[in-house]
């Protein structure tokens, strides 16, 4: 009987083991991109974001099998201010300024929970969710919910897809403006994310 619990112990703990390393073995990969769009008293803006920081907990197993669930069970994503880009060296520095990116060089999510859909068009390769976690902005912290597209794609990896608006004054920042408060940027914002997840080669 104590050899026959010791082998049900060790099958239990491998098998612990066995999902542990399916979970963990995903990471963000370079190729995702973000952008920041808005708008302006004589036109439309847009910002290209480079250099994001992202950490992640993914588990495909979770999309499969009778009990379905969403597969991201942590997420943190760090955006340096700098690499905010507009393509415009002045319209950057405007951003940097509104942003008070010398006291809070960085923007910051922390995921604090995700929802799978229950939408009948869900599959393992194409499924919705919704992100909610902490938007940190110049300091300041606001909870937001997000939705977000997953999708299998042919090399194995995952693509997330969503956008957000977000208003500026709800983070104390005030909108970019030049030339004397004659040209002024909507109050508006909308951040768009393809964020891809792929296996971490061994």
């Known amino acids: 009987m104590k050899s026959l619990l010791t082998t ?42 480079s250099g994001i920081q992202s950490t ?16 991201v069970s942590s997420l943190s994503i760090t955006i340096p201010v700098k690499k905010i ?17 010398k006291k809070y060089p960085n923007i910051t ?19 919705q969710l919704t992100a ?15 939705p977000v597209e997953g999708q299998l794609q042919s090399d194995g990896s995952y693509k997330f897809s969503g956008k957000y608006q977000l208003k500026m004054t709800d983070y104390k920042v005030d909108p970019p403006s030049a030339i004397f408060g004659t040209i002024k940027s909507g ?3 909308t951040v768009s994310f393809d964020i891809y997840v792929s296996q971490q080669q061994s």
């Open 109 to 127: 999510f922390t995921l604090s929970k995700t929802e799978l859909s229950n939408d009948s068009t869900f599959s393992a390769n194409d499924f």
């Open 8 to 49: 049900i112990l060790i099958f239990f703990l491998t098998a612990l083991s066995s999902v542990a390393q399916t979970s963990n073995n995903y990471v963000v990969s370079d190729k995702s991109s973000m952008e920041i769009t808005g708008t302006s008293t004589i036109h439309d803006w847009e910002a290209e974001v």
């Open 187 to 189: 109050d508006e914002v």
């Open 85 to 101: 880009d507009s393509g415009k060296g002045g319209m950057n520095n405007k951003i940097y300024g509104a942003l008070k990116e």
């Open 56 to 71: 992640i907990d993914f588990n495909a197993n979770a999309l499969s099998g009778d009990t379905k669930s969403s597969p």
């Open 132 to 146: 909610t976690g902490m938007l940190n902005i110049a300091g300041v912290s606001r909870e937001v919910t997000v």
